[in-house]
């Protein structure tokens, strides 16, 4: 049920494209992406709800698509601190509880050099 | 606003011994998870506390378990320790748990001799 992270690893120079693709083949009631950088803990960048939809945060994007269970992170014109650990978190609703659970892939590691 | 404080931050035990952790959240935030970070295995869900009421358990044996209080205040015990649970234990707050962001604490690094 863990949702899997592609790539998992990426080297940018400063200025330059990333994507990062998450992918369940479970239904999903949302989508959450976290950056944890190296020594801190993960923090919070965006959720996107089922629904389908797309957020923006600064240079920093992410869209859900519901059907096929996808979800991608766009970083555009990465800046030196965007370096870190992205994490996908997918939530489901259980069928026996009722309540969702937030599950994470294995993350990717970007590394935004000079 | 104060954020996610977990104590404490650093614990070194021997195998066979328990251990505690503790986590306050976010003033308002009425659920909390634990999740278990290591190198290999990434970020792996304990469980979930919501209004005292564990609301969804991991995969993981009995000797993990954990409360929360009334003032949402949670601890998390592992009893038994072996060398397997040397990790970095995050605790994550959030308002009402589904279709909310989680704020994690900077996490309690266990090490099991």
């Known amino acids: 049920q863990q949702p899997v992270q592609s790539p998992q690893a990426v080297i940018l120079r400063e200025g330059e494209d990333a994507v990062i693709n998450c992918s369940s083949s479970?239904?999903?009631?949302?989508v959450h992406w976290y950056r944890q950088k190296h020594g801190e803990a993960p923090v919070f960048l965006m959720i996107?709800?089922?629904?389908?939809e797309q957020k923006g945060h600064d240079k920093i994007s992410a869209s859900f698509n519901e059907k096929k269970q996808q979800s991608s992170l766009y970083l555009t014109a990465s800046q030196l601190s965007y370096s870190g650990t992205y994490f996908c978190g997918t939530e489901r609703i259980g069928m026996n509880s009722g309540y969702s659970t937030l599950t994470f892939g294995k993350g990717t590691m970007l590394l935004v050099s000079p | 606003k104060a954020g996610v404080t977990q104590t404490p931050r650093y614990l070194i035990k021997t195998r066979g011994q328990q251990v505690t952790l503790s986590c306050s959240p976010i003033s308002g935030h009425r659920s909390v998870s634990w999740y278990q970070q290591t190198p290999g295995q990434g970020l792996q869900f304990l469980f979930e506390y919501f209004s005292e009421t564990q609301r969804n358990k991991g995969n993981f044996p009995g000797r993990f378990s954990g409360r929360q209080f009334s003032n949402s205040r949670s601890e998390m015990n592992v009893s038994t320790l072996e060398l397997g649970d040397s990790a970095l234990y995050l605790c994550a707050s959030s308002l009402l748990g589904i279709g909310y962001g989680y704020t994690f604490g900077s996490g309690t690094r266990l090490t099991v001799v």
């Open positions: 479970k239904a999903l009631y949302s």
């Open positions: 996107l709800l089922k629904g389908g």
